[in-house]
C-alpha cells in the first residue's frame, strides 16, 4: 500500500520526462535523417545536426538529475536504481549521436532501404521509453509499465533480426569492401540503440517489482 505512495521532493519525475522527450524527438530524428539518405541525401546533415543538439539537452538533464541525487534527502526509489535510470537514458542518446557522427566521419551519403526499416524500429523503441517514464510516477500504473517494458524488449528483438537480414543482403550485393565495413558499423550502431532502450526497460521493471 505504502509502496504506491512515491515521495514527490525534488523533480525528479519531471526531469525524468524531459529527457524522455528528447529520446523521442532523438528517435524521429534518426529515423528522418536515415530516410534522408535513402530517398533525399542533401537533407541528412540537418537531421544529424538536430540529433547533436537533442544530446547536449540530454546531458543537461542528467547533470541536474545526479546533482538533485546528491543534494536532496528524499527520493522516489532508490538512488542507484535513479543514477542508473538516468544515465542508461542519456546513453540512448549518446547512441544516436554516434550513428550521425558516423554518418559524417565515414562520408556516407546514400544507405540502402534497409537501414530505414531498422530506423523506424528504433524510432518506436524511443516513443514507447518515452510512454513508460510517464507513467513511473505511480506505482498504480505497474501492469501498463510492465507491458511497454515488454513492447521495448520485443520491438529490441525485431531490431536483432533485421541486422541478420540487413548484414546479409550487404555481404551478398555490396562489391565495394569499404562500402561494407562502413555500413556494417551504421547498421550495428543503429541496433546498439534499440539495446540500450532495453537496458531502461530493465532498470524500469526491477523499480517497479521493488516498489509495487
Do not use: W
Not at 51 to 75: V, Y
Amino acid at each position: 500500500m505504502f509502496a504506491r505512495l512515491m515521495p514527490r521532493e525534488g523533480k525528479y519525475f519531471d526531469l525524468f520526462n524531459a529527457h524522455a522527450e528528447l529520446i523521442a524527438q532523438g528517435g524521429k530524428a534518426l529515423s528522418n535523417m536515415i530516410a534522408a539518405l535513402v530517398d533525399h541525401p542533401e537533407q541528412a546533415p540537418r537531421f544529424a545536426e538536430e540529433i547533436d543538439n537533442l544530446e547536449r539537452k540530454a546531458d543537461a538533464i542528467t547533470h541536474d538529475t545526479l546533482s538533485q541525487l546528491h543534494t536532496a534527502f528524499i527520493t522516489p526509489f532508490d538512488r542507484d536504481e535513479i543514477h542508473q535510470l538516468i544515465n542508461g537514458m542519456d546513453d540512448i542518446l549518446d547512441i544516436m549521436q554516434d550513428v550521425a557522427e558516423s554518418m559524417s566521419l565515414y562520408d556516407i551519403n546514400r544507405v540502402p532501404s534497409d537501414a530505414k526499416a531498422m530506423a523506424i524500429v528504433t524510432e518506436n523503441c524511443c516513443v514507447c521509453v518515452q510512454s513508460v517514464i510517464k507513467l513511473l510516477n505511480s506505482m498504480d500504473n505497474a501492469p501498463a509499465i510492465l507491458k511497454l517494458c515488454h513492447e521495448i524488449d520485443g520491438l529490441e528483438s525485431e531490431a536483432d533480426r533485421s541486422l541478420r537480414s540487413a548484414m546479409s543482403k550487404i555481404f551478398r550485393e555490396e562489391p565495394d569492401v569499404r562500402e561494407v565495413i562502413k555500413l556494417k558499423e551504421i547498421y550495428e550502431l543503429l541496433e546498439s540503440v534499440t539495446d540500450r532502450c532495453k537496458d531502461v526497460a530493465g532498470t524500469i521493471e526491477a523499480i517497479v517489482l521493488e516498489n509495487s
